[in-house]
Structures are given as structure tokens and as C-alpha cells.
């Protein structure tokens, strides 16, 4: 069972950047699809983005395409978030996920994903 940590959450004023990172540990990071995820306080959570196994193939939701940058090290067992001109409608608890799955055919379910890690706190003041 892989075991995720997150970690590089803070508190940054509006069109500032933080670099969020995420350690799996414990299985097969390799052959997992990984995503990143967030949930504000009384929201449902929401897709942000995905890598393939391999980094092919990512994603973005509409919201941050063009500000987040998904990338993931298989060597190091490590996944990034790069996230820059943030607003304060990014601030949210930022999850990472991985799927197990050959294909993640909706990666925009949060039910498609098998494990989770705890998730770092971004907050961006206005």
C-alpha cells in the first residue's frame, strides 16, 4: 500500500507561488497515476490535476490551466505542484491521490483514485 505526505502549503498573498511536493513511500509510485486535489472548508473536492505513469499524458482543470504545473520524479517517488499566480479562490486543504488503475477513465472523480495523503493547507490572501 503506497503511503503519500504532502508538503510546501503556506500562506501567500495573490499572485504569489508556492511549490507543493508530494513523498510516496511504500509501493509501486511507479505504477500509479497521480493527481493532485483540493477541498475548501464546506466544498465538495475538486480535481486540479493528473499525470500518467510516465508523465505523458496531464491534465488540468480549466480553473488553474495555464498558473499549475503537474510534474512527478519516479525516481524519487516524488509529485509536484508548481502554482503560480495564485488568487484567493485557490486557498484550500491540496490533497494527492494515486490510482492503481491501467487508465483512469474520469480523473476528475475523486472515487477513481486508491490512496490518498493527508494534504497540506495553501491559503492566498487577497
Known amino acids: 500500500q503506497v503511503q503519500l505526505a504532502e508538503s510546501g502549503g503556506g500562506l501567500v498573498q495573490a499572485g504569489g507561488s508556492l511549490n507543493l511536493s508530494c513523498a510516496a513511500s511504500g509501493g509501486t509510485f511507479s505504477s500509479s497515476a497521480m493527481a493532485w486535489f483540493r477541498q475548501a472548508p464546506g466544498k465538495e473536492r475538486e480535481f486540479v490535476a493528473i499525470?500518467?505513469?510516465?508523465?505523458?499524458?496531464?491534465f488540468y482543470s480549466d480553473s488553474v490551466k495555464g498558473r499549475f504545473t503537474i510534474s512527478r520524479d519516479n525516481a524519487k517517488n516524488m509529485v509536484y505542484l508548481q502554482m503560480n499566480s495564485l488568487r484567493p479562490e485557490d486557498t484550500a486543504v491540496y490533497l494527492c491521490a494515486g490510482s492503481t488503475a491501467p487508465m483512469v477513465s474520469d480523473y476528475g472523480d475523486y472515487r477513481q483514485y486508491d490512496y490518498w495523503g493527508q494534504g497540506t493547507q495553501v491559503t492566498v490572501s487577497s
Open positions: 499525470s500518467s505513469r510516465t508523465g505523458t499524458y496531464i
